[in-house]
């Protein structure tokens, strides 16, 4: 029924009635109906549903939530904060007075030469008493790779540093293949856990020896050939020609050299998945200066060439930060020093690492 | 905006205190017709918008200025006249009778304070006054060594005040006069050194010798601690210092026994909390 008729109906029976007979022969006065809107409402309709249809539009550009940014404000529900070092973290307030607290100031950072006179004057004989303490390195790193919403699962390396120190270092356990078999008992020797030629690599083929329980594989320049089957099980671990690391002429040399290396490894955060750390042992105290900076450069370039491709250089690491134990205190390293040249960033005597690439 | 619409958003004048005064402006402005041209049909549409114009002597100022009757942190010392916003200067400020408004009675009261003879104490930074009150609920750990020899020297507090988190230069640490020696039975005792912040204001601050082998040996570290050692009772090294000491202990529990009944309550709220109990 429409407006109209409705209309008349009232009108009709509000007329005061004469009779009984008046409202039976009183006919509801019926007004010109359309079917159709009319010409205003019209256009009303049509920009309503142009503006529903924009609508519509401007929700499927928007993006779905990433994996990363559903766990990150879950973060924010429990009582644990973000683990990263980030600007979000320094006060609003500053504190400008020549005695202040560490919280009321944006922390500065260091250059190395003053970071390790700090740690010093902690460790002294006559404090802590811990004057020749190992010097700490934790790295913080950016996981996030070229595609959006996917992250590096994990990084593990070795570390070869230039100048030694003693501390009790993980074990790394060495695959080598030699060209002769007196050199192969010499390389068991040196501290290969285990070592062959010809023969080794028949076995591998077969399956009897466990390869995923080797952290590095060396090679002789000579066995390079006869290693070319192995590529499909030994995958990344694959030592390959110009990474000195892995192949040489010299081998019990290079064993030697990983004996002393240091291991890393790192993996994404729960809730943050594009945060990683780590913390290596990277110098003595007592060591000189040059030392100690010689061995950071390395973390530096070996860290760096792990991270995934496609990423502007020097975006890996984020954040270096030195501590000495049983000393607290942790101070941030200036890195501008170690940042490393473009041309300079993917050296090629290096191999990539076993699960640097993205999870896909 | 129709007028018609305009004036039912406006409350009637009975609400307000004042009568007032409603000013309208055309929202599309009328020409002047020119000779021989003619009027404009002022019944459409356009012609019946308007804007409600705003009466700014009616608004409320949102800073005032205020005089100081006494030391406030962060604004100011007895007498300054500031200017603050406008319900901080009424609640905080003049309802406790921290400040009064700054009408001509009391800008003259300011002005004549030297000839009453009150002082007027002035810090010199906003921030030094909270730093100093937070040195007094506080307790800084002096690890030193037992074996080795040594006299307390002003490098030692400053390295170890930094590596807890306060950044002091060596200029501003004034150690008491007499020498401490590690042969004087020192470990587990409190002194008090003032600290100049900026040169000059002065603050106290409270540290405790803690002897280094034993507390990083493993046995002591495998021991599980039941009270943090900030909390145990306080013996002074020199007795002219033993009442001050005790003073600022009591501010060191009152605090400490308010965060616990906060985590008590309200459970824990960040990270921070857990280290109410401290890792030495």
Partial sequence: ?360 | MFAASVLRRVASPNCYHVRTLIVLKRSHPLRQPQVGEAHKNLQTKRMRTYELVPLTEEEKPKTIKVVLKELVEGYGAVGDVIEVPRNFGRFELIVPGRASYASPEALKWAETLQERGIEVVRFTSKTSPGTIRYLRSRVYALIMSEKNPWTLEVWHVRSHLRSQGLVVPEEAIVLPDKPINHNDGVFGKDIIITIKINGKDEARCRLRFRPAEELLSPATQLQEVEQPWYIDTPTALFESQAAEINQMHDEVMAIFQKRIEAIRSEGLRSIADLNVRAIF
């Avoid at chain 1, 006065?29 to 409402?41: F, L, N």
């Avoid at chain 1, 290396?261 to 945060?275: I, R």
């Avoid at chain 1, 000393?327 to 490393?340: A, C, G, Q």
Wanted: proline content about 6%; some cysteine; glycine content about 4%.
């Fill in chain 1, 1 to 360: 029924m429409s407006v109209g008729m409705l209309r008349g109906l009232l009108e009709g029976l509000r007329k005061p009635s004469s009779g009984l007979l008046s409202l039976a022969v009183q006919t509801p006065y019926v007004e010109q109906v359309r079917g159709y809107p009319t010409q205003k409402y019209f256009k009303i309709l049509a920009e309503n549903r142009k503006r529903n249809r924009i609508r519509k539009l401007q929700k499927l550009e928007q993006p779905k939530k990433t994996f990363a940014e559903i766990q990150k404000s879950k973060l924010k529900r429990t009582v644990l904060g973000s683990r990263r070092y980030t600007e979000k973290d320094w006060p609003k307030q500053i504190n400008s007075d020549d005695v202040h607290l560490l919280k009321e100031v944006v922390r500065p950072t260091f250059d190395l030469e003053s970071c390790i006179q700090m740690h010093r004057e902690v460790l002294h004989p006559q404090m802590y008493n811990h004057a020749n303490s190992l010097v700490m390195a934790t790295v913080e790193l950016d996981m996030t790779s070229k595609k959006r919403g996917h992250f590096v699962d994990q990084i593990s390396g070795s570390l070869l540093l230039p100048h030694f120190f003693e501390y009790k270092r993980q074990v790394t356990r060495i695959l080598c293949f030699t060209k002769s078999p007196d050199e192969a008992t010499l390389a068991l020797e040196r501290g290969a856990n285990l070592a062959g030629g010809e023969q080794l690599v028949k076995k591998i083929e077969a399956g009897e020896v466990d390869v995923a329980s080797f952290d590095t594989v060396v090679c002789d320049l000579n066995m390079y050939e006869k290693i070319q089957s192995l590529k499909n099980i030994l995958k990344k671990q694959m030592p390959r020609l110009g990474n000195t690391d892995a192949i040489s002429e010299d081998v019990l040399n290079l064993i030697e050299r990983h004996r002393k290396a240091v291991l890393f490894s790192a993996s994404g955060d729960l809730y943050e998945p594009d945060y990683a750390a780590f913390t290596v042992p990277i110098a003595r105290l007592q060591m000189p200066i040059d030392h100690i900076r010689a061995n950071i450069k390395e973390l530096f370039v070996g860290v760096n060439h792990l991270g995934p491709r496609g990423r502007p250089p020097n975006s890996f690491i984020t954040e270096i930060f030195l501590s000495c134990p049983p000393s607290l205190e942790r101070l941030v390293l200036d890195k501008t020093p170690f940042l490393i040249a473009p041309s300079q960033n993917a050296p090629a005597g290096r191999a990539r690492a076993p699960t640097a690439e993205p999870e896909e």
